[in-house]
């Protein structure tokens, strides 16, 4: 389902998000040493606010943000039904991308498939930068760069291929050929018509990039990273194991599914920020050795 349909009960209490996400967040909370209720979490790009409401209902003290307020008021009827403001979980970032909180709000900043459609990744990681507090994580799942099939026009290699015409004359092509995500089921649109809109959602709404560039821009904020292999790889890990002799380990399998498989994650750690030196504060405001603050 899309964020322009309605959550429902029925989809909502068939969701769970990703095991390896949920690892990453208690192995944070775990380094913190607190308790769920205390342990702060921002799903960045949260759409109607599913995983927002399913980390509130395991107690963790989670909210989301967007820059496109609308889908919010399709998970309000959840939201309301467990006892939770939508106001109060879900908010809009300015519009340079700024979120509503202070510097050092969260332990853990996370994103499901929002990382495609971010086109300023170093203002992003900036932001997340600023949220983290000293020692925070965070863990992001999104398609790589390489992915085989291109997840929202269901078109293969078309993103491999620069924002140009070639890239418009290949979604031509899948087009005739009835490959496509058919956003005009109930209307008759022509070819030229199709196209230009799937083109232009490409070159506008999606932004793939190569590991090492978001390695370059998230370093630049104080963030470390690691690209981590999500996918359980199903019947494809399996004929690899039968017919390679490649198990889960193998780093050929690890390479191609980090590069070209369904999903990938990142997982990030904000690095040791520069904090003032004490002795440069105001009087009032240092702490005398040995004593308690009252």
């Known amino acids: 389902m899309s964020n322009n349909d309605r959550l429902t009960r029925a989809e909502y209490d068939a969701y769970r998000p990703h095991a390896i996400m949920v690892d990453h967040i208690e192995q944070c909370r775990s380094a913190f040493g607190v308790a769920r209720r205390d342990f702060r ?3 960045w790009g949260c ?14 003290d989670a909210v989301g943000v967007d820059l496109d307020p609308r889908p919010f008021a399709n998970g309000a009827d959840l939201f309301h039904a467990g006892g939770y403001r939508v106001d109060e979980c879900l908010h809009v970032l300015d519009a340079s991308g700024r979120a509503p909180f202070p510097d050092s709000s969260f332990h853990f900043v996370t994103s499901w498939q929002t990382l495609e459609h971010v086109r300023d990744l170093h203002a992003v990681a900036a932001e997340w930068s600023r949220l983290t507090m000293d020692r925070g994580r965070g863990f992001h799942i999104f398609p790589p760069h390489r992915r085989i099939v291109e997840g929202h026009l269901f078109m293969p290699l078309v993103h491999w291929l620069p ?10 092509g899948f087009v005739l050929l009835g490959i496509e995500p058919d956003w005009w089921p109930r209307a008759r649109v022509g070819w030229r018509k199709k196209v230009r809109g799937y083109y232009r959602y490409s070159i506008d709404e999606t932004f793939y990039r190569a590991p090492e560039v978001v390695r370059g821009c998230l370093a630049g904020s104080g963030l470390g990273m690691e690209f981590v292999d999500v996918e359980d790889g199903g019947r494809g890990r399996a004929l690899a194991r039968r017919w390679l002799g490649a198990g889960a380990s193998s780093s050929v399998i690890r390479f191609w ?4 498989g369904r999903n990938v994650g990142l997982a990030t750690t ?3 920020r520069h904090l003032p030196d004490p002795a ?4 009032d405001q240092r702490r005398v050795p040995g004593r308690e603050d009252e």
């Open 41 to 43: 979490i921002v799903d």
């Open 47 to 60: 759409g109607r606010g599913k995983l927002v409401l399913w980390l509130r209902e395991q107690g963790y």
């Open 257 to 260: 599914y980090l590069n070209h």
């Open 163 to 172: 924002k140009n015409a070639a890239r418009r004359w290949l979604i031509g």
């Open 280 to 283: 440069l504060a105001p009087l």
């Open 270 to 272: 904000l690095h040791r």
